[in-house]
């Protein structure tokens, strides 16, 4: 037996318990390169931790397809993840919030075309979800020696809809 979620277009407003959207939405903050490209600035709340430090990684995930069997949800509890996808392709997000330090009812979003996602330190979040190949994504996440991940397995699973 699973229970179902259904998704939701991914905003700003939406997301903004969870993490950061990261796209080029509205107009720049300024103008930079004598005019020629606008710079969208400080979008997102990079956090790292007392004992981490930034990290660049690329990932290349096999992409799933709608409905999306949700078992799993894991969360990082040092840092901050930054998921910037490297095709047009949307990708699913799923987040849950926190209920007395375990995930509470999980919430799926569907990216727009060029949209990334900052998850804010702590954040229940589904492993990463592309939606077609490829999967590739540029992140920007914590890089230390002390633990930052624990994974909760959904019993019952959670069906993602569209």
Do not use: K
């Not at 107009?27 to 790292?48: E, T, Y």
């Not at 799933?64 to 894991?74: A, Q």
């Not at 992140?139 to 020696?145: F, K, L």
């Amino acid at each position: 037996m699973s229970r179902e979620v259904r998704c939701a277009p991914l905003t700003a407003e939406a997301f903004a318990p969870f993490g950061d959207v990261l796209d080029c939405a509205g107009a720049p903050d300024r103008m930079i390169n004598a005019g020629l490209c606008g710079r969208f600035h400080d979008r997102a709340r990079l956090d790292f931790g007392p004992a981490g430090r930034a990290g660049l990684s690329l990932f290349n995930a096999e992409p799933r397809s709608l409905p999306y069997t949700l078992d799993l949800l894991e969360q990082h509890p040092e840092g901050s993840q930054a998921f910037i996808p490297m095709t047009p392709e949307p990708f699913l997000v799923t987040v849950a919030p926190d209920e007395r330090g375990e995930p509470g009812g999980p919430l799926a979003f569907l990216t727009a075309p060029y949209q990334g996602i900052n998850l804010h330190r702590g954040t229940w979040h589904g492993v990463l979800t592309p939606l077609a190949a490829p999967g590739i994504f540029a992140v920007i996440d914590r890089i230390g020696e002390t633990p930052n991940l624990r994974e909760v397995l959904l019993d019952p699973p959670y069906l993602v809809v569209p």
